[in-house]
């Protein structure tokens, strides 16, 4: 598959969560696709689902602003920011109101033309500093 197709699948993968205000649209994953996303166990499409649909909750103004992605073969790399206002429960921690900015590097992987795999980190210490519930 051409590189700028795989560059435009990483944007389309982010850009559709932000559209859905959940998980990845299930449309641009492949059968068996999985995701590893910070230290989190794999996760399922449900799963991963399931997963955004409570950062949304928390966060209901998420937004990923692709910054750059490279491109080979059969994989993107994705780095992006993430942006978002506490306003709702997440992960037990009640909403702060605080806003976070918070940089994120994602390298997935395509088959026909369809994420198969996600492996993904972001700035969570930083994230929870700037919420002020880590010092």
């Known amino acids: 598959m051409p590189t700028d197709s795989n560059s435009a699948i990483g944007r389309q993968f ?3 969560q932000d559209r859905l205000r959940g998980g990845p649209d299930s ?3 492949a059968p068996g696709y999985v ?3 910070g230290s989190n166990p794999p996760m399922s499409l ?3 689902q399931g ?3 409570a950062f949304y909750g928390g966060f209901p103004d998420l937004h990923h602003t692709v910054e750059d992605t490279v491109a080979d073969s059969d994989r993107v790399v994705v780095r992006f920011t993430l942006t978002g206002t506490h306003q709702g429960d997440f992960l037990g921690i009640p909403p702060t109101q605080k806003s976070f900015e918070a940089g994120a590097i994602a390298i ?3 088959a026909d033309g369809r994420v198969a795999e996600l492996r993904a980190q972001f ?3 930083g994230m929870l500093q700037q919420l002020g519930v880590m010092g």
Do not use: P
Request: charged letters at 20%; a negative charge; aromatic letters at 14%.
């Open 14 to 16: 982010f850009e559709a």
């Open 27 to 29: 449309n641009l994953c």
């Open 35 to 37: 995701a590893y996303i």
């Open 46 to 48: 449900a799963e991963h």
């Open 51 to 53: 997963f955004a649909q």
């Open 108 to 110: 997935l992987r395509i």
């Open 123 to 125: 700035d969570q210490v």
